[in-house]
Every structure is written in C-alpha cells, then in structure tokens.
T-cell receptor, first 119, second 111 residues
Framework: EAQVTQNPRYLITVTGKKLTVTCSQN?????MSWYRQDPGLGLRQIYY???????DKGDVPEGYKVSRKEKRNFPLILESPSPNQTSLYFC??????????????????FGPGTRLLVL | TQLLEQSPQFLSIQEGENLTVYCNSS?????LQWYRQEPGEGPVLLVTVVTGGEVKKLKRLTFQFGDARKDSSLHITAAQPGDTGLYLC???????????FGQGTRLTINP
C-alpha cells in the first residue's frame, strides 16, 4: 500500500529537549516536504526536499532542521523545542514538484500527522 | 509573499443545501489545488485546476479556476453529512517550488 508514515503520532515534551519526528514514504517519490498546521493559519511549509541531499527552506524554517540522506526518509529535527512550536505537523511526498501538477495522477500524499505539545 | 484567502472560514448548513467556498489572491498561480482533510488525518487531494476559466466536476462538487488564475471556487450541490470536513485550497506560484495554502474552510453538514 502506497503511504507516508510519521512517528510518533503524539508527543509531549519540554522546552529545550531535542526531538526528531520521522517520516518515511514507500513510493520512491523525489519530493518531500514538512508542514505545520495551526488554527486559522492553514498549512505552512517548513522545509522541502527535491531529492537526496537537496533540501531548502519553506516559509517557516526557524527552529527546525531536516536531512535527506535516503530517498524514502525525511526526518524533522527540533534541536531546542519551544512552546511556539506546539502544533500539528504533516509530512508529504510527491513524484514531482507540487507546482508541476497538471493531473490527478500527480498528487501530493500526506502522512497522518504528528501532534506535538511543548511545555 | 503570495497569500490565499479562503472564505468563509466556518460554514454550517443543513443537508440538501448548496454552498460555495471561495479562495482568493492578488497573485497569479500556475495551478491551484483543493484538498479535503478529515479529523486525525492528512489532507487528501480532490482536484487540480491549471487553465484559467477551467471547470472540473467530481460528482456533486464543482471546482472553478478564475480566468486570471488568481482565484478559485468550490461549489457543493445538495450537501450531505459525508461532505463534512476541512477544505483547503493551495496555489502553486509561477516559478515557485512550493505550495501556498489557504487558511481552510471548516464545513459542517447537519442531517
């Protein structure tokens, strides 16, 4: 089954304690992305990757790091989490850049989400 | 910075009624997508519109891309409780490599 998996699904942590949220896709997609979703703000892109070892900042990258050592994995790292990073996080993947979508076959697949609470 | 404004942000109507959700911007987009998100899940793509003036239909859902490619609408005919969810529009800026999302419209269809 084609899917994007994220772990953990729920996480409660304290300020300053480093954490990693994993993301893995089994569709051999080149493009992967991390978003955060906050009430009234929609989805905002944190980082994206166009291929292995190629990453770039999205709209809200401050306080986050990513890596893309393998095509299937795209972990999100919070080196020193702060309460303003409490949010719902989604990982997504697609075969091509989302901006190149022209048909229903070229879709972006989202993971189930990770709900993070930073105390 | 490209922005997408969705309206309304919340909509609660009775089963059988029609509704329209709007997605507006001052920027031109090369394509625009509509997603639907259920509680506890990630967004799922409903449609991609690419050409100005394009209209696409998915059963009772009709999507339209504005002639100038700056806005889009989602019209639902005879809404059903199964249509309840969060609807998100997302635009692909010209030359950009990322999507910009609207704030979302939380739709509730009451039986």
């Amino acid at each position: 089954e084609a899917q994007v998996t994220q772990n953990p699904r729920y996480l409660i942590t304290v300020t300053g304690k480093k954490l990693t949220v994993t993301c893995s896709q089994n569709m051999n997609h080149e493009y992967m992305s991390w978003y955060r979703q906050d009430p009234g703000l929609g989805l905002r892109q944190i980082y994206y990757s166009m291929n292995v070892e190629v990453t770039d900042k999205g709209d809200v990258p401050e306080g986050y790091k990513v890596s893309r050592k393998e095509k299937r994995n795209f972990p999100l790292i919070l080196e020193s989490p702060s309460p303003n990073q409490t949010s719902l996080y989604f990982c997504a993947s697609s075969p091509i850049y989302p901006t190149s979508f022209v048909s229903q076959r070229e879709t972006q697949y989202f993971g189930p989400g990770t709900r993070l609470l930073v105390l | 910075t490209q922005l997408l404004e969705q309206s309304p942000q919340f909509l609660s109507i009775q089963e059988g009624e029609n509704l329209t959700v709007y997605c507006n911007s001052s920027s031109v987009f090369s394509s625009l997508q509509w997603y639907r998100q259920e509680p506890g899940e990630g967004p799922v793509l409903l449609v991609t519109v690419v050409t100005g003036g394009e209209v696409k239909k998915l059963k009772r859902l009709t999507f339209q891309f504005g002639d100038a490619r700056k806005d889009s609408s989602l019209h639902i005919t005879a809404a059903q409780p199964g249509d309840t969810g969060l609807y998100l529009c997302a635009g692909a800026g010209q030359g950009a490599q990322k999507l910009v999302f609207g704030q979302g419209t939380r739709l509730t269809i009451n039986p």
